[in-house]
């Protein structure tokens, strides 16, 4: 299992690095692409953690799962948007906001802890149940190349060498797959501090698709990128059919 987790893991933080260094190489990147993928992914999040991960939370540890739904919620609000600052996806696209390094720095810092409990949620979600796992996957992977977009957009219009922008993208995927490594902890733990870790997660992954995807996607005059929030929610249908044919469960 901590091979598959790892795997997943690496994969995610692969794209991370891809969309940081298409910025590097191209330093733009199509402002309708990144709306798309932020569109399909809040749509796919949203469906994932209201159809599957919250009532997967309950029927694991009962009506205390709301409580850490709740806290999964406010930590990751506490350290995005108290501890580095008030963070966008898209910041980029308002260039009179964020200039300053001291911006570009503030920004890395919240979408490495972003990415963190994005690994972290792929991991609890493998070790609770491997179909849920995968889906958890897919919902990441689908934001994961636009936030290296992100991170490499900003820092370069900060001011910095495309080299440190690049090493930055590289920074958020390593985040990932230590948020990830983090949980093989609880493989030897009794499944109902697994099933707080899981509802934990849930929260957290309300927070990316509510408070993180949903704006930016929202800010768009383009009536395109809010009906592709449906089509994500489709997509999350669509893909859980799929899995349950080929996966067991």
């Not at 190489?25 to 402002?31: E, G, N, Q, V």
């Not at 350290?79 to 503030?106: P, Q």
């Amino acid at each position: 299992m901590n091979a598959q987790i790892m795997l997943f893991a690496i994969i995610a933080a692969a794209a991370v690095v891809l969309g940081g260094g298409v910025v590097v190489a191209r330093s733009h990147w199509p402002k309708r692409v990144q709306e798309v993928l932020l569109s399909l992914s809040a749509g796919f999040v949203l469906a994932l953690v209201f159809l599957k991960l919250i009532p997967a939370s309950f029927e694991a540890i009962g009506e205390r799962a709301a409580i850490w739904v709740l806290i999964g919620f406010g930590v990751v609000h506490f350290f995005e948007h108290t501890v580095v600052g008030h963070l966008h996806f898209g910041e980029e696209t308002h260039h009179d906001v964020m200039v300053t390094r001291t911006a570009g720095i503030s920004a890395f810092v919240g979408l490495f802890v972003h990415a963190f409990f994005d690994g972290l949620t792929i991991s609890v979600g493998l070790q609770y149940d491997f179909f849920l796992g995968v889906l958890v996957f897919v919902a990441v992977l689908l934001h994961k190349f636009p936030e290296g977009l992100t991170v490499g957009s900003i820092m370069l219009t900060a001011g910095y060498p495309r080299k440190t922008v690049f090493y930055a993208a590289v920074g958020i995927g390593v985040a990932t797959v230590l948020g990830a490594s983090s949980t093989f902890l609880l493989e030897n733990v009794g499944a109902e501090l697994l099933g707080f870790a899981f509802a934990f997660s849930a929260g957290t992954m309300v927070y990316v698709g509510a408070s993180d995807l949903i704006p930016e996607v929202n800010k768009t005059e383009n009536r395109i990128p809010p009906l592709l929030v449906f089509v994500g929610m489709l997509l999350f249908y669509v893909s859980e059919l799929i899995l349950e044919g080929i996966l067991p469960h």
